[in-house]
């Protein structure tokens, strides 16, 4: 069993700054991709931003700019530092982790619990 730990939301004022992070511990062979969702209230969740474990970044659009992604292969956590923050970004922010838990190919995926994040205009 894999657990994934985020850390780091919280309440800002617009064109603010925060940072997230996200411990993944458990049974893990290899991570293949972290990545950052969001989910704002009435609407589905969508991806922020993916790292994969060559350092490959995705961004949205709407966060290309603003957002950074990293990651710490040795600690198996990724980060999501957040810069020009603007009420838009106000949503429940989600790690997910793309991961092999042996030696075979079989890739799980695994979600955070998830962490506030509320910009204030």
């Known amino acids: 069993q894999v657990q994934l730990v985020e850390s780091g939301g919280g309440l800002v004022q617009s064109g603010g700054s925060l940072g997230l992070s996200c411990a993944a511990s458990?049974?893990?062979?290899?991570?293949?991709?972290m990545a950052w969702y969001r989910q704002a209230p009435g609407k589905e969740r969508e991806l922020v931003a993916s790292?994969?474990?060559?350092?490959?970044?995705n961004y949205a659009d709407s966060v290309k700019g603003r957002f950074t992604i990293s990651r710490d292969n040795a600690k198996n956590t990724v980060y999501l530092q957040m810069n020009s923050l603007k009420p838009e970004d106000t949503a429940i922010f989600y790690c997910?982790?793309?991961?092999?838990?042996?030696?075979?190919?079989?890739?799980?995926?695994?979600w955070g619990q998830g962490t506030q994040v509320t910009v204030s205009s």
């Open positions: 997910q982790a793309l991961l092999r838990e042996n030696a075979s190919q079989r890739v799980y995926r695994y």
């Open positions: 458990g049974s893990i062979f290899s991570i293949n991709r």
């Open positions: 790292i994969d474990n060559d350092g490959t970044t």
